[in-house]
Antibody
Framework: QVRLQESGPGLVKPSQTLSLTCTVS??????????WAWIRQSAGKGLEWIGR???????THNPSLQGRLTISVDTSKNHFSLTLSSVTAADTGVYYC?????????????????WGQGAMVTVSP | QSVLTQPPSVSAAPGQKVTISCSGS????????VSWYQQLSGTAPKLLIY???KRPSGIPDRISASKSGTSATLVITGLQTGDEADYFC????????????FGGGTKLTVL
């Protein structure tokens, strides 16, 4: 059974860069159809998709974060990472990594079937 | 405001049935597959429904869902106190560029 675990600093100063890593255990990060995603949740608010990456390195980002966001994968370490630059207080929240599972190899027939426990990140001086 | 619209809250008594709606548009729900998630207080979301109406292993059949046009509905019957949680719908949106979108979430209170 695949498990995901986020790690990284819990406090980041404004204008600096937020960096998180998600380690995949219990299975390989290499998959022809599944992908690995970052999703965040601000206090008392809903979920916001940040972006995703395939084990090949192919990425898709939330357009609202374009320009500040980098998602990378290291298959040798079975982990993937998120960096978000020029952070502000609006980037404060719980950051989740998740596996995007594709069903029946049908386009857009995906769901997030496995989630990490979440990492709280606060942007503050 | 979220691309997908959900009621902020619903409530019902134990043993009763509750429905949670999720309204979108042709660029998301209308043409894509909907998934539903349950988030218990202080925990990560959990997948309840994928492919519009399919349950992963371990999800009881008192939880069901459907999709019609640009709307989706989650139904929970035989409510239990342990069902009290936030529920989110989600799908892809390809209006401008391909991006996952979530509903704002519905807080279910079991009275």
């Amino acid at each position: 059974q695949v498990r995901l675990q986020e790690s990284g600093p819990g406090l980041v100063k404004p204008s600096q860069t937020l960096s998180l890593t998600c380690t995949v255990s219990g299975g390989s990060i290499i998959s022809p159809t599944d992908y690995w995603a970052w999703i965040r949740q601000s206090a008392g608010k809903g979920l916001e998709w940040i972006g995703r990456i395939y084990s090949t390195g192919s990425t898709t980002h939330n357009p609202s974060l374009q320009g500040r966001l980098t998602i990378s994968v290291d298959t040798s370490k079975n982990h993937f990472s998120l960096t978000l630059s020029s952070v502000t207080a609006a980037d404060t929240g719980v950051y989740y990594c998740a596996r995007g599972r594709n069903y029946y190899r049908a386009p857009y027939n995906d769901a997030f079937d496995t989630w990490g426990q979440g990492a709280m990140v606060t942007v503050s001086p | 405001q979220s691309v997908l619209t959900q009621p902020p809250s619903v409530s019902a008594a134990p043993g009763q049935k509750v429905t949670i709606s999720c309204s979108g548009s042709s660029s998301n729900i209308g043409e894509k597959y909907v998934s539903w998630y349950q988030q218990l207080s202080g925990t990560a979301p959990k997948l309840l429904i994928y492919d519009n109406n399919k349950r992963p292993s371990g999800i009881p059949d008192r939880i069901s869902a459907s999709k019609s046009g640009t709307s989706a509905t989650l139904v929970i019957t035989g409510l239990q106190t342990g069902d009290e949680a936030d529920y989110f719908c989600a799908t892809w949106d390809t209006n401008l560029s391909a991006s996952w979108v979530f509903g704002g979430g519905t807080k279910l209170t079991v009275l």
